[in-house]
């Protein structure tokens, strides 16, 4: 068989050595080369860039070798985190969520819920005049184009539609990683009652990391004196067939004013009203994370509870005589009496009725007996009822809280 033999040319130390009678095309083209240039050489590159060897360089890794230079791209090196993220929530919780408060009232209460360890919480508004105190400027976005709106509806959708971009990028930048988003804001304000404008972004937002969430909207009715003022009403009115088709809470604040008449001044009545109210959904949102040996409300329950779409009512009620015969019935219009949603309008979609009490409690037969009555209340009123019941010693005799949802 014939062979060729040769010299390159420019490379004195290689010795003479046997080439293979077919040669590929790139062979030949650096042989030629070789014998034209005599000093050229070809440098494989390491990297793919030329950023200071910084940029990809987990191509040809020199310490793994060519099978594993993928290795690099999926290790377990955490990525530098944003300066601007916000803590993750202390508070326990069922589900990874966010408060977001849209103007001055929505902002008080988005406060009480930071308040009780809810780390991931906005407020947004028109103007920085209207914080509430204390508040760590992290928490704080603050929307350019107006120094208020001036309960001017329009004007605030206008605001609130041109710096949509600029709310969604401070809600991916600081909340980062959440699947529930609550929007909450005052029905009677223009910023508040404009915070609908956001629904496009901040829905794209869950959208575009995959969150299994949704938006929820809490959404404060004014009081009866407040809503004679042709602005407020209309502003709330606005707002409320906005949200009509996305889960919301309607929170009166003419029903907590009442319930809370004689128990806190003119001064703490709607602080302590905001702090009962999200100490209210914050239990719902721990019990659903908690296990219980008698019956469990799940984080799957809660989602379907939270993400059923129209009006959603929750309220509580503490009984202490648990021996009374109607304690079943007491239950569940107790819980409707106490809260401070406006009572639904015909049966629910879905419905939760969550009992907390003591083992001794628990333990009677009698009390359970009138107990299961409670559930055949609720459960007769909704399409689908979830349940929990949870032992808690320190309980005075039967705490129920109630949540209803896909109400009118």
């Not at 326990?92 to 929505?106: E, K, L």
């Not at 055949?376 to 689908?384: A, C, E, F, I, P």
Request: net charge negative.
């Amino acid at each position: 068989m014939a062979s060729h033999t040769g010299t390159l040319v420019g490379f004195p130390g290689l010795q003479k050595h046997k080439e293979p009678k077919t040669k590929s095309s790139e062979q030949m083209l650096s042989e030629r080369l070789l014998e034209l240039i005599p000093d050229y050489y070809i440098e494989e590159d390491t990297t793919m860039s030329t950023n200071g060897g910084q940029d990809d360089t987990y191509i040809n890794t020199p310490d793994a070798g060519d099978d594993f230079d993928f290795v690099m791209a999926y290790d377990d090196d955490p990525a530098e985190a944003d300066e601007r993220l916000l803590p993750e929530n202390s508070a326990t919780s069922a589900i990874n969520c966010a408060f977001i408060g849209v103007g001055g009232g929505g902002g008080k209460l988005a406060k009480a819920f930071l308040d009780l360890g809810y780390s991931k919480t906005l407020l947004v508004n028109t103007t920085a005049k209207d914080q509430p105190a204390g508040l760590d400027q992290n928490h704080f976005v603050l929307v350019t184009g107006a120094d208020g709106v001036g309960k001017d509806i329009k004007l605030g959708k206008k605001v609130l539609a041109e710096n949509s971009a600029f709310v969604e990028d401070a809600v991916r930048t600081r909340l980062g990683q959440v699947d529930w988003i609550f929007v909450i804001a005052g029905g009677g304000g223009g910023t508040g009652s404009a915070c609908h404008e956001l629904h496009g972004s901040l829905t794209r937002y869950l959208e575009s990391i995959e969150a299994e969430g949704r938006v929820v909207y809490i959404v404060t009715k004014p009081t009866a004196q407040e809503m004679l003022n042709p602005t407020i009403k209309t502003n709330y009115t606005s707002l409320l067939s906005d949200v009509s088709g996305c889960p919301h809470i309607i929170i009166d604040n003419e029903r907590q004013l009442q319930l809370l008449r004689g128990k806190a001044g003119l001064l703490n009545m709607m602080p302590v009203a905001n702090k009962n109210f999200a100490k209210l959904l914050a239990q719902v949102l721990k019990l659903a994370d908690s296990a219980s040996e008698i019956q469990t409300f799940d984080t799957k329950d809660l989602e379907k509870c939270l993400g059923a779409p129209g009006r959603i009512v929750i309220g509580s009620s503490m009984i202490r005589d648990t021996g009374r015969k109607d304690l079943g019935s007491a239950v569940f219009t107790n819980c409707v009496a106490a809260s401070s949603c406006p009572p639904p309008g015909g049966d629910a979609a879905t419905g939760a009725l969550l009992l907390l009490l003591n083992s001794k409690t628990a333990s009677d037969p009698k009390i359970s007996k009138n107990l299961e009555a409670a559930f055949s209340y609720v459960g007769g009123r909704t399409q689908t009822l979830f349940s929990g019941v949870y032992v808690r010693e320190k309980v005075p005799g039967v705490i129920a809280i109630c949540v209803l949802s896909g109400c009118k």
